[in-house]
C-alpha cells in the first residue's frame, strides 16, 4: 500500500519518457516542421531532441544539416523503433534481409521464452537447444526455424502443448510471426527481396 500511495497520480506522458528519434523521422517525413516548434501540450526536453538528432545522424537518416536523407526516407516507412528498422536496410543492402526480418521482428515483440520462478532450471534446459554460442541472434533464427518447422508438421493442439513444455508462449509466437509478416509485406511493397 505505501509503495502505491507513493506513485504518481498519472504516468509522464510518453513523448516524455521515450527516444526521440522516431518522432523526429516522422516529422521530418510529414514534413510538420521541426520539433522544437512543434506546439505539444507537454513539450520535450531539449536534450531529449538533440539526443533524438544524435541517433539520427548516428544511423544515417539525416544529414549534418538534420535533412532526411534517403535512407531516412525508407527508414520513416517502417512502422518500428529506428534502431530496428536500421537492421533492416542493413539487411537489404547485404544480402540478409530474410533472416534480418525475423531478428527485426523478434526485436520488436515481448521475448516469447517462458522462465517462470518455479521452473527456471526446466526452462534454462528446454531453451538450451536455442543457444548458439556464436550468437544470440543465431539463437533467434534457431528457435523461428523450430517453431515455424513444428507449425508446418502439428496440430493447433499439439503446437500449443509443444509450446507448453519447452516454455514458449505459444501467444507471442504468433506475435512474433505477425510482425513478421507485415514486415515482410511492407518490405515486398518497397520492392526488398528475401
Known sequence: QDDFLARSEFTDPEILRTSLASVILQMKSL????????????????????DGYETLRELGAVDEGDELT????????????????????????????AEMLVIASFLSVQDPRERPIDAQQ??????????????????????????????RHLSHSKLRALCRASFLSYVRLREWENVHHQLAELGGSMGWHA
Not at 71 to 96: E, H, K, S, T, Y
Not at 127 to 145: M, T, V
Open 31 to 50: 514534413r510538420l516542421g521541426r520539433i522544437e516548434e512543434f506546439p505539444f501540450i507537454e513539450p520535450p526536453e531539449p536534450r531529449l531532441i538533440r
Open 70 to 97: 534517403p535512407l531516412g526516407r525508407d527508414l520513416a516507412r517502417l512502422p518500428i523503433d529506428v534502431r530496428v528498422g536500421r537492421m533492416i536496410l542493413a539487411g537489404v543492402q547485404r544480402g540478409c534481409l
Open 122 to 151: 526446466a526452462a534454462d534446459e528446454q531453451h538450451a537447444r536455442f543457444r548458439n554460442p556464436e550468437s544470440d541472434y543465431l539463437g533467434i533464427l534457431s528457435l523461428w526455424n523450430f517453431y515455424r518447422d513444428q507449425k
